[in-house]
């Protein structure tokens, strides 16, 4: 994926211009910015859930695309397993075996039959990150803000699914406040505001 000269606004408000970046597959990039310097936007944008006011953003037409917002938004009547279920219904597929394998991993499994609605933010947080894992053939994961209000044990089980999807050729992309935390993951830091993309030698 390709960010050529991107430009976008809130009316006359310019939130960032004429950014360029490239992501590579199997990259995992960290955006970094104040609050208000437009990365939860330029994700937004690259999901194609904002259109930009101006350049490009070039990639493959069969290449997926999965965004993770900072406030999950999910169906709270429904319990964290019963959603998950439907997430995969989406793509015609239940696979039992990998919901509890996946609600395991993130320990969300002794909850899977308590209402979302019940979840706390951090929980929340997580099954939203399940709901993106749960189908395969992922080429472009976007999370805003990740780890907030994950607790310790949770954010080294995400960290590591990171590390997995990007060594299958995932480019993963996130904002964050935490970049000391994340740092060593990363292939690439971009500071939004100045346009200054870091390579981090690991």
Do not use: W
């Not at 991107?6 to 960290?30: D, H, M, Q, R």
């Not at 953003?57 to 959603?83: C, H, M, Q, W």
């Not at 894992?133 to 607790?151: F, K, M, Q, S, V």
């Not at 089980?157 to 740092?183: D, G, N």
């Amino acid at each position: 994926m390709q960010i050529k000269k991107a430009s976008f606004s809130y009316g006359n408000s310019l939130i960032f211009e004429k950014i360029n970046l490239e992501l590579i597959p199997g990259e995992i990039v960290a955006v970094v910015g104040s609050n208000g310097s437009g990365k939860s936007t330029l994700l937004k944008c690259l999901a194609g859930i904002y259109e930009l006011h101006s350049g490009d953003i070039v990639k493959e037409a069969e290449e997926n695309v999965v965004f993770v917002p900072d406030v999950p938004r999910s169906y709270e009547y429904l319990t964290g397993y019963e959603y998950l279920v439907f997430i995969q219904s989406v793509s015609k597929k239940k696979d039992v075996a990998k919901i509890h394998s996946i609600l395991k991993d993130y320990t969300l499994y002794p909850n899977k039959d308590k209402l979302i609605k019940h979840y706390s933010h951090g929980m929340k947080q997580k099954l939203a990150l399940c709901a993106a894992l749960i189908n395969e053939d992922i080429h472009y994961l976007l999370l805003d803000e990740p780890l907030t209000g994950i607790d310790e044990k949770s954010q080294k089980v995400i960290i590591e699914k990171f590390k997995e999807l990007a060594s299958k050729q995932c480019s993963i992309i996130f904002s964050t406040h935490q970049i000391e935390t994340l740092r060593g993951i990363c292939d690439k830091v971009f500071y939004l505001e100045e346009q200054y993309e870091e390579i981090v030698h690991k």
